[in-house]
């Protein structure tokens, strides 16, 4: 019993939800004003993760980042990147098995205001990114907030992708939800209660908080 | 300033090809009248660039903001048009005086800001969110932010519609101050009659995609003249019922229905006819 997976599990949780935060701005304001015919399938990839069983990601990306393979090989020669059993490769995966749990309440939030918003800010002069910055984004901020805690708690609960391509290595890849696999396995039932008790109060703690204050910001902005 | 637009639209009623040419002088108030799906608020968005003409051109002045021939299609921030949306567009997230100075940008003028908020009679509203404003404040506050950018031309997209008869009827006057204070071409939507003879002074009547009549608001739309009042007292004589007008020029009494007498409570705004 040791608190090692716990913390792992949100030093994961934590550097996914940010480095997938960057990365759904651009991609959720593109899904939600683009008009191009390719939003479809952009959008379709988005969406796989919330079907695919987490194995089948899994594989794949253990396929890809094996250095037996061409591109796994060539990240490790040209990037030094070993991807596969690393805290590097659970991160990468996670984004892509978590994105459309960030994506989807921000793209929602984005074509959810009136479109003259936009029109208006465009016409007082003011650029795209100034108008998504001071208009779009603080007018959808209960979204943020959701897309942010979905991301987070998914990425907590992941099982099958990190088993897949990250194996059960303490320290580096062996997060709580392995870590209770593995207790059980070897019938450790009280530290398999302790990482699942931990697990648990604190998913409640944080979507209890969450609930509490988006409630505030929904009273607030309806005022 | 020349507007000599085409565009094929998808009218509820099929596909409607939509011819506009137009002159705007320099302080002009033009109206745009016309039934709804008439293509009216089209030619505003064609004339800010939020939506790309087939064919035409619009020049302000020597500057091209579209041309198909030449290829130019000037986007909507350089363009430094005013519009006011027929849902105000309001940023939610900012005060009054917040969206004011968002709209007025970099090179803010503070003297021409407080000009222009004393003009506008704000007052308290500017440390206010937007939500808590009534429609007409809101209204107001819109107008006011389409002028703090000191824009080239004023787009107003049926700016009263939404109100009631009273509010309107303030904020006409309201408009009329702004026309007299402010040097500006503004175009007007409107599918008030009354409205456009008050402010405009040029009116063009559009049906079926193109314009019908092109005239003088008084020439367009004659007959019916509508004075102003207040409603000042109510009174029962021998079982009728009158209601007691102050107007600009005179004091009336006039006999009324006893369901008209109820609905009009004293200190209402109201228009007359004579016909």
């Known amino acids: ?223 | 300033m020349l507007i000599d637009i085409q565009k094929r639209l998808n009218a509820p009623s099929g596909k409607m090809d939509l011819k506009f040419h137009c002159h705007i002088h320099e302080n002009e108030w033009l109206a745009i009248y016309g039934p709804s799906g008439a293509g009216k608020t089209s030619i505003l968005r064609m004339i800010s660039g939020l939506m790309k003409p087939d064919a035409g051109k619009i020049s302000f002045k020597k500057e091209v903001w579209f041309s198909k021939s030449k290829k130019i299609n000037t986007k909507p921030r350089l363009r430094n048009v005013g519009f006011v949306f027929q849902d105000y567009a309001l940023f939610p997230n900012m005060t009054v005086l917040e969206n004011l100075k968002y709209a007025q940008g970099k090179n803010e003028d503070k003297i021409f800001l407080n000009e222009i908020l004393e003009v506008s009679q704000l007052g308290d509203l500017i440390h206010k969110k937007p939500s808590v404003l009534s429609g007409g404040q809101q209204q107001r506050v819109a107008l006011v932010r389409a002028l703090v950018q000191k824009p080239r031309i004023l787009l107003l997209d049926e700016p009263l519609s939404a109100l009631d008869e009273k509010t309107r009827l303030g904020l006409q006057d309201y408009l009329l101050e702004i026309k007299k204070e402010i040097q500006l071409r503004v175009i007007l939507v409107s599918h008030d009659k009354n409205e456009i003879k008050k402010l405009a002074d040029r009116v063009v009547v559009l049906g079926n995609g193109e314009i019908i009549q092109e005239g003088k608001p008084e020439t367009i739309f004659p007959g019916k003249e509508g004075v102003e009042g207040v409603v000042i007292d109510k009174r029962m004589k021998d079982s009728l019922f009158f209601i007691v007008i102050q107007t600009k020029g005179s004091i009336l009494e006039l006999p009324v229905s006893k369901s008209k007498f109820d609905a009009t409570p004293i200190g209402d705004k109201i228009q007359l006819f004579l016909e």
């Not at chain 1, 990601?57 to 059993?85: C, H, K, M, Q, T």
């Not at chain 1, 979905?150 to 194996?167: P, R, S, W």
Request: aromatic share 14%; glycine share 8%.
């Open chain 1, 1 to 223: 019993m040791s608190w090692e997976p716990l913390i792992l599990t949100f030093k994961l949780a934590s550097v996914t939800t940010l480095i997938l935060f960057f990365i759904s701005l651009p991609l959720s304001y593109w899904l939600a004003f683009s008009r191009s015919r390719l939003k479809p399938v952009i959008q379709t990839l988005v969406a796989m993760p919330l079907v695919l069983p987490p194995t089948v990601l899994g594989f794949y990306f253990l396929i890809a980042f094996s250095p037996n393979n061409a591109f796994g090989e060539w990240l490790d020669a040209w990037l030094g990147l070993r991807l596969v059993f690393s805290f590097g490769g659970l991160v990468l995966a996670s984004i892509i098995y978590s994105l459309p749990f960030m994506v989807h309440p921000i793209q929602s939030g984005l074509s959810g205001l009136p479109a003259s918003f936009r029109e208006a800010s465009s016409l007082m002069g003011k650029s795209r990114l100034e108008t998504l910055f001071r208009v779009l984004l603080p007018n959808i901020k209960p979204s943020l907030l959701a897309g942010i805690v979905l991301a987070f708690a998914h990425t907590v609960g992941e099982f099958g992708v990190v088993l897949m391509i990250g194996g059960n290595i303490p320290g580096k890849t062996k997060v709580a939800s392995i870590a209770i696999y593995d207790s059980v396995e070897s019938l450790d039932y009280a530290s398999a209660n302790f990482y699942s008790l931990v697990l648990f109060s604190i998913s409640f703690l944080v979507l209890l908080l969450v609930y509490s204050l988006n409630g505030g910001l929904i009273k607030f902005s309806g005022r």
